[in-house]
């Protein structure tokens, strides 16, 4: 199985200050069609996770152009370029190039 | 726009059979390229991949449920459905289904709470 090492547990950050989020794969997430199956999501209090990122890089519908994805191979990072409130919650990591389908363990996001 | 709705009992009790299911609007299920997870995530806990029903009819189980899982869909009713047997307090959780493909966003369902409890 693939592992997914997200680091710092948790972070706390302030608004208006950018913040980054670090998560290494076990094995290269590199597919043969040149995408990096990672995906990252926010999870906010009391809700179902919300996809931000796919494809390693790739912003989902309607995600402000704050969150950007970056990376290749091993490791991937989630950047915030400035903070806001909202952006609270619990961050993760997701590969999806091999079965199963493995999370990071999550990176708690609040505001100091 | 595509939209996936999960729903079920609410409270199942210890050894019986958890069953979901995840009903598709805004897009055919019956369409290639696409395969549809269940995801679960228990009370203040991390995400766990429950399995993958394929097109084609290719099933994928986390080996720690294989022995008590079953995906499976129905094209006539654009339904997926997660069926779990002997379930234990071990699997009270958010239960959450999605649609992924090869070069696509995914879309996840709200989830729904299921509790395991006599």
């Known amino acids: 199985d693939i592992v997914m090492t997200q680091s710092p547990l948790f972070l706390p950050v302030t608004p208006g200050e950018p913040a980054s989020i670090s998560c290494r794969s076990s094995?290269?997430?590199?597919?043969?069609?040149?995408?990096?199956?990672v995906d990252w999501y926010l999870q906010k209090p009391g809700q179902s996770p919300q996809l931000l990122i796919y494809l390693g890089s790739n912003r989902a519908s309607g995600v402000p152009d704050r969150f950007s994805g970056s990376g290749s191979g091993t490791d991937f990072t989630l950047k915030i370029s400035r903070v806001e409130a909202e952006d609270v919650g619990v961050y993760y990591c997701m590969q999806a190039l091999h079965n199963p389908l493995t999370f990071g363990g999550g990176t708690k996001v609040e505001i100091k | 726009q595509l939209q996936l709705q999960e729903s079920g009992p609410g409270l199942v009790k210890p050894s019986d059979t958890l069953s979901l299911i995840c009903t598709v609007s805004g897009g055919s299920i019956d369409t290639s390229g696409y395969y549809w997870p269940w995801i679960r995530q228990p009370p203040g806990k991390g995400l766990e991949w429950i399995g993958s029903f394929y097109d084609g009819g290719n099933t994928y189980y986390n080996s720690s449920l294989r022995s008590r899982v079953t995906i499976s869909v129905d094209t006539s009713k654009n339904q997926v459905s997660l069926r779990l047997t002997s379930v234990t307090a071990a699997d009270t959780a958010v239960y959450y289904c999605?649609?992924?493909?090869?070069?696509?966003?995914?879309?996840w369902g709200q989830g729904t709470l299921v509790t395991v409890s006599s």
């Open positions: 999605a649609r992924r493909g090869l070069t696509i966003a995914a879309t």
């Open positions: 094995q290269s997430l590199l597919f043969s069609n040149g995408h990096h199956y």
